[in-house]
């Protein structure tokens, strides 16, 4: 214990008001914290020697106790589309992804929240080798600095999304942490509740705890199936939980929020992409004030699953749509660089073969 406690802290683990106090518990005007903080979050401040408005003493004090930021970035990867993908690396070695997205005015960012997944849902590269560990709330906001120090002088970060690497709400305290400071002006990212959405794979006691803390952030729950059979094969956890559960919860978070629930719906060819699946979830969505995402799948290599025919999208699309359920098909983004859940970092970590990339 005591080791770990003399290893140095990445500066954005404490929020502002703890940097005051530090600053003046060390004999130093408080505004030195909007320095050191103005370095780290907009000058890209990655060693505390750069930082020449702070004087010296403080700096080698700084030093013996901190280091600026918690990550780096390990890898990236520009896609034809424009869609570019970071490896974050943390102190301790171990690496999550994050993607940055543009279109029109919008800057999306997608955020992991933990080290591998224990999900397990059968299509997805990001649980193949179960979960490591939580990410750290600064260890989140990081990635959206990473994210915005990409983009182009002038340019901000629009959106973010939690739908990287992890189950969102198994991390629920630090992601609230990370999610509240970046829609704080104080640290300079200001962005608004309404523009940030969190993906489960719906866990309904922590849906309920969202909730009940009273945030506007927008909900996506995955639901992948609309029957209790298929979504115990695709969604494992679904055996211990069951559709009426994460149903019940995402209602509850509705009535209280009063934000739409959107469900994502990976198709998955032959699986649960045919006219009976769509029919049997518009069954189950019609009565809801819900939308459904329906995102053709992205090939992962190793994994028996295939993208579904352009026609079976549109078919599956039209039935719900057809049935009064308001319906979007997500756009791949950055299929050249695997820009899907956990892939990237399992090429990168030589899991795959450089070779398979192009099955994507
Ligand atoms: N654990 C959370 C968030 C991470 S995944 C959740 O389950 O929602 C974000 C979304 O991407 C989920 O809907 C997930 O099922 C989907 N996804 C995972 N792998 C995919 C792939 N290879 N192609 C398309 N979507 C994928």
Redesign the pocket.
Known sequence: MADRELEPRPVLSIPPVEWREWMREHGHPAYRAEQLLEWVVHRRGTSFAEMDNIPLVLRRLLETWWVPLATRVAARDLAPDGTLKLVIECLDGRRVECVLMAEESRRTVCVSTQVG?G?G?V????GLNGVERNLAAHEILEQVLHARNALPAGETITHVV???????LANLDNLIVALDRLCSAEEGFGISQRRITI???GLPEKILKLAALDRRYHL?V?L?APTEALRDQLVPVNHKIGLTAVLEAADAYFAQTGRQVTY?Y?LLKGVNDRAGDARALADLLTARQAHVNL?P????AGLPYDRPDPESVTRFREILRHSGVSVTVRKTKGRSIDA????LRRRTAGVLDPSLESRS
Do not use: K, L
């Open positions: 997944c999900m849902c299509f997805c590269a990001s939690v739908m990287g690497m992890g189950e969102s993906s489960t794979v996506a995955s992948h994502e990976v995102i799948y992205n090939p992962v899907a859940c956990g892939q």
